[in-house]
């Protein structure tokens, strides 16, 4: 699904040089559940979103199910964000005068898919997600937990072969952000394959590897057990 050799991220020249990544070779198979881990400037999230080609590396190869993305034009690579990925914020990222429906449905806008089919898709989205009887509510009658399940809805609506999650529970109380990891668990089970990136050891408990990450490097990486 994703592999990638030698990837450096470095941003500015000079004295003001910044590694953010150094080297990095790694692979994700399809159905994995990875948590990526790090403090703060360790290059967890400079390696998300180089995976979600959100950004580009200085040098390396990055190859999506096979395919080099270097080699993609903008409009192409657009194209992948849209329909192979989906994206999951710690700020959820949704429009605030739109219903659930409609935001779990906006990414539909940019295919050739029917309005009648996006409002199915986008109904049974929000029944996967437990929220069926909420979209027509806008996020500002929604709890965070509610927001974040829109927002898996919407990661989940073209159905991506992978989805990344940049702190999922960072805005989120205990309690919601273990019904959040349980349904993303659920998803896992069935078949989605996740990375996440977090800086809390009990979210990434629930991922079957974790990663971890300092300077911009892998320092460990693990498969968990569970019991």
């Known amino acids: 699904m994703i592999r990638i050799d030698n990837i450096s991220r470095i941003y500015g ?3 003001s040089q910044v590694n953010a990544l150094l080297d990095v070779s790694l692979t994700i198979k399809e159905n994995e559940f990875v948590a990526i881990m790090g403090t703060s400037g360790s290059g967890k999230s400079t390696l998300m979103n180089i995976l979600g080609c ?27 964000r849209n329909q192979k990925i989906g994206f999951i914020f710690q700020t959820f990222h949704l429009l605030p005068r739109l219903s659930a429906l409609n935001n779990v449905t906006l990414p539909l806008r ?26 027509q509510h806008t996020p500002n009658e929604m709890s965070g937990g509610q927001r974040q399940r829109v ?19 960072g805005n989120l109380d205990s309690k919601t ?7 993303l668990s659920a998803l896992h089970t069935e078949g989605q394959t996740l990375v996440m990136v977090t800086h809390e050891e009990d979210i990434a408990a629930f991922a079957q ?18 019991q």
């Open 177 to 183: 952000s273990l019904e959040i990891m349980k349904l």
């Open 151 to 169: 927002a898996i809805a919407r990661a989940l609506i073209n159905r991506p072969k992978v989805i990344f999650a940049d702190e999922p529970t």
């Open 209 to 226: 590897r974790i990663i971890r990450m300092r300077d911009g490097q892998i320092i460990e990486d693990k498969i968990c057990i569970k």
């Open 54 to 80: 959100l950004d580009t590396p200085s040098r390396g190869e990055y190859l999506l199910s096979g395919e080099s993305v270097k080699d993609i034009d903008d409009v192409s690579l657009s194209q992948i």
């Open 110 to 135: 940019y295919s050739n898919c029917s309005p009648e089919e996006a409002q199915r898709r986008g109904l049974e989205m929000l029944e996967k997600v437990g929220l069926a009887s909420r979209a």
């Open 13 to 15: 020249s000079g004295e």
